[in-house]
T-cell receptor, first 114, second 114 residues
């Protein structure tokens, strides 16, 4: 069965520091991978997605993610974090079959220190 | 502005009462989804609809029902609410069913069952 693991429940970084959020997936075929961000009290916004091709994908707000098949990972990175990046981040894999839904990780909450 | 609307924004409900959460999208998307978000559990699929007139069960369907009479609307009904249904509910849609299609999320409904 498909699954997504986000090992870090909560991460705190200083403003201006680099960021890496980890995501590992379990999926039999080539996965469709997504990162979403959720600001407090808000819905989910798509940051980026990977379907095929170049394993380094660029997203909105200066985020990027790298797909590594050998490690079953899709880590999210940002070179310099801004205070407005404080939010919860969800990694997801597109489920196969008729459902077509997303399988989400449990999320990583990012706090940013001034 | 195109997107997904959900109503109500929040609701406090007595156990045993019936409640319908509304979801409307104006993007002419074929597929729609209902997720619930619980602390530490991420988002889990309740029900989905690949096209108008069809629905299917997700990971946690018990106690919930849905209908899809037309493309735009996908209401979620709790026939007899229980405290364990206290959660934040998100509606989402995508152009078509299938894991590779980006899902767009509504702002959510915060439901408290007492």
């Amino acid at each position: 069965a498909q699954s997504v693991t986000q090992p870090d429940i909560h991460i705190t970084v200083s403003e201006g520091a680099s960021l890496e959020l980890r995501c590992n997936y379990s999926y039999g075929a080539t996965p469709y991978l997504f990162w979403y961000v959720q600001s407090p009290g808000q819905g989910l916004q798509l940051l980026l997605k990977y379907f095929s091709g170049d394993t380094l994908v660029q997203g909105i707000k200066g985020f990027e993610a790298e797909f590594k098949r050998s490690q079953s990972s899709f880590n999210l990175r940002k070179p310099s974090v801004h205070w407005s990046d404080a939010a919860e981040y969800f990694c997801a894999v597109g489920a196969g079959g008729s459902q077509g839904n997303l399988i989400f990780g449990k999320g990583t909450k990012l706090s940013v220190k001034p | 502005i195109a997107g997904i609307t959900q109503a109500p924004t929040s609701q406090i409900l007595a156990a045993g009462r019936r409640m319908t959460l509304r979801c409307t999208q104006d993007m002419r998307h074929n597929a729609m989804y209902w997720y619930r978000q619980d602390l530490g559990l991420g988002l889990r699929l309740i029900h989905y609809s690949n096209t108008a007139g069809t629905t299917g069960k997700g990971e946690v369907p018990d106690g919930y029902s849905v209908s899809r009479a037309n493309t735009d609307d996908f209401p979620l009904t709790l026939a007899s609410a229980v405290p364990s249904q206290t959660s934040v509910y998100f509606c989402a849609s995508s152009t078509a069913a299938g894991g590779l299609n980006t899902q767009y999320f509504g702002p959510g409904t915060r439901l408290t069952v007492l």
